[in-house]
C-alpha cells in the first residue's frame, strides 16, 4: 500500500434515515473510475458523528464490498472516547479495512498528553496502519507537530491528515519526523503548497464530484509538471472555497445530488444548503464541466 496521492472523504449518502447502499456503490465506482488512489469512509465529511455504531460498520463493510480491492479503504474509527475509538478500530480491522483513521477527540479537549496516550492506547490494542487527523476547527483541541512526532515514533501511527490549511505547521511536521510519517493534507485548497512543503497527498471532499480534477493535479506533480499542477489548483480554488459555505458536508452532498451521484438527504442538527449557496455552487461546478 503507497502511502501517498488523493484519497476521497467519502460522503454517506442517506435515503429515507438509512444509507443508500445502491448510491454509495454508485459512488465509490465514480471515485474510482475517476483516479483516486484510497476511499476514506466514516470521517467527517462522512457524517461519522450521526453514525450508530451499527451503521459505521455497515458504512465501512459497503465500501470495501464495492471497492473489491481495487484502491485501498481506510476507515474512519476516531471518537472523543479512547474505549469507542478502540472498539471502532478493531471493528474496522475486522471488517478488513487498510488502515483507520482517527480524529483528535473533540469536546473533552485533552492536553498533548492525553492526545499522545490517546492514539498510544489504539494504536497498541489494534495491529493495524493508523492516520492521524487533526483538525482544530472542529474538534477544539490541536495536536502540536512535537507531539505528532512522539507519535510518530510508535511503529504503526504512520501517517497525519493534517487539515489545519497551515503551512508553516506542515513545515514543522516535516522537520521533526523527517520520513517516519507521512503528511496528508486534509485542506484542498492549499493541497497544491503542501506538496511543496513535503506533503505527499490529500483526504480530499472535493473528490466526491470532480475526482479526476484532484487527481489530475496530484498526477502533475508527481510528474514534475509544476505548471499544470498550479493550473489544477487554481481552476478548483473556486470549487474548494464553495464546498466550505456551509457547514461540511452540507454543499458537497448538494453537489453530489445535482450530479446524480447521490440523493441530498443530510442528518440533523446540519440543514440543507441554502438555495442562494446552491446556485453559486451550481454556477462553478458548470465552469468546471462537470455537467458534461
Same mark, same amino acid.
Given at each position: 500500500?503507497?502511502?501517498? @496521492? =488523493?484519497?476521497?472523504?467519502?460522503?454517506?449518502?442517506?435515503?429515507?434515515? +438509512?444509507?443508500? &447502499?445502491?448510491?454509495?456503490?454508485?459512488? *465509490?465506482? /465514480?471515485?474510482?473510475?475517476?483516479?483516486?488512489?484510497?476511499? =476514506? !469512509?466514516?470521517?467527517?465529511?462522512?457524517?461519522?458523528?450521526?453514525?450508530?455504531? #451499527?451503521?459505521?460498520?455497515?458504512?465501512?463493510?459497503?465500501?470495501?464490498?464495492?471497492?473489491? @480491492?481495487?484502491?485501498?479503504?481506510?476507515?474512519?474509527?476516531?471518537?472523543?472516547?479512547?474505549?469507542?475509538? $478502540?472498539?471502532?478500530? +478493531?471493528?474496522?480491522?475486522?471488517?478488513?479495512?487498510?488502515?483507520?483513521?482517527?480524529?483528535?477527540?473533540?469536546?473533552?479537549?485533552?492536553?498533548? #498528553?492525553?492526545?499522545? +496516550? /490517546?492514539?498510544?492506547?489504539?494504536? #497498541?490494542?489494534?495491529?493495524?496502519? $493508523?492516520?492521524?487527523?487533526?483538525?482544530?476547527?472542529?474538534?477544539?483541541?490541536?495536536?502540536? !507537530? &512535537?507531539?505528532?512526532?512522539?507519535?510518530?515514533? *510508535?511503529?504503526?501511527?504512520?501517517?497525519?491528515? &493534517?487539515?489545519?490549511?497551515?503551512?508553516?505547521?506542515?513545515?514543522?511536521?516535516?522537520?521533526?519526523?523527517?520520513?517516519?510519517?507521512?503528511?496528508?493534507?486534509?485542506?484542498? %485548497?492549499?493541497?497544491? !503548497?503542501?506538496?511543496?512543503?513535503?506533503?505527499?497527498?490529500? $483526504?480530499?471532499?472535493? %473528490?466526491?464530484?470532480?475526482? +479526476?480534477?484532484?487527481?489530475?493535479?496530484?498526477?502533475?506533480?508527481?510528474?514534475?509538471?509544476?505548471?499544470?499542477?498550479?493550473? #489544477? /489548483?487554481?481552476?478548483?480554488?473556486? *470549487?474548494?472555497?464553495?464546498?466550505?459555505? &456551509?457547514?461540511?458536508?452540507?454543499?458537497?452532498?448538494?453537489?453530489?445530488?445535482?450530479?446524480?451521484? %447521490?440523493?441530498?438527504?443530510?442528518?440533523? !442538527?446540519?440543514?440543507?444548503?441554502?438555495?442562494?449557496?446552491?446556485?453559486?455552487?451550481?454556477?462553478?461546478?458548470?465552469?468546471?464541466?462537470?455537467?458534461?
Amino acid at each position: 500500500m503507497k502511502w501517498e @496521492g =488523493v484519497w476521497a472523504a467519502v460522503i454517506t449518502p442517506f435515503k429515507e434515515g +438509512r444509507l443508500d &447502499e445502491e448510491a454509495f456503490g454508485r459512488l *465509490i465506482d /465514480h471515485l474510482v473510475a475517476g483516479g483516486i488512489d484510497g476511499l =476514506v !469512509p466514516c470521517g467527517t465529511t462522512g457524517e461519522s458523528a450521526t453514525l450508530t455504531h #451499527e451503521e459505521h460498520e455497515a458504512v465501512i463493510r459497503a465500501c470495501l464490498a464495492r471497492a473489491k @480491492g481495487r484502491v485501498p479503504v481506510v476507515a474512519g474509527t476516531g471518537s472523543n472516547s479512547t474505549s469507542e475509538s $478502540i472498539a471502532l478500530t +478493531r471493528a474496522a480491522k475486522e471488517a478488513g479495512a487498510d488502515a483507520a483513521l482517527l480524529i483528535t477527540p473533540y469536546y473533552n479537549k485533552p492536553t498533548q #498528553e492525553g492526545l499522545y +496516550r /490517546h492514539y498510544r492506547a489504539v494504536a #497498541e490494542a489494534v495491529d493495524i496502519p $493508523i492516520v492521524l487527523y487533526n483538525v482544530p476547527g472542529r474538534t477544539a483541541v490541536d495536536m502540536k !507537530p &512535537e507531539t505528532v512526532a512522539r507519535l510518530a515514533e *510508535i511503529p504503526n501511527i504512520v501517517a497525519i491528515k &493534517e487539515a489545519t490549511g497551515d503551512m508553516q505547521r506542515a513545515s514543522q511536521i516535516r522537520v521533526l519526523c523527517g520520513d517516519r510519517i507521512t503528511l496528508f493534507s486534509g485542506d484542498d %485548497a492549499t493541497f497544491f !503548497p503542501f506538496l511543496a512543503v513535503g506533503g505527499k497527498g490529500c $483526504i480530499s471532499v472535493v %473528490a466526491n464530484i470532480a475526482p +479526476r480534477r484532484i487527481a489530475a493535479l496530484w498526477q502533475a506533480w508527481k510528474r514534475g509538471d509544476l505548471v499544470a499542477a498550479r493550473a #489544477e /489548483h487554481e481552476a478548483l480554488l473556486e *470549487i474548494n472555497g464553495l464546498l466550505f459555505c &456551509e457547514t461540511s458536508p452540507i454543499p458537497v452532498k448538494a453537489a453530489a445530488e445535482m450530479l446524480g451521484l %447521490a440523493g441530498p438527504e443530510i442528518r440533523m !442538527p446540519l440543514t440543507p444548503i441554502t438555495e442562494a449557496n446552491r446556485q453559486r455552487l451550481r454556477r462553478s461546478m458548470e465552469t468546471l464541466g462537470l455537467f458534461a
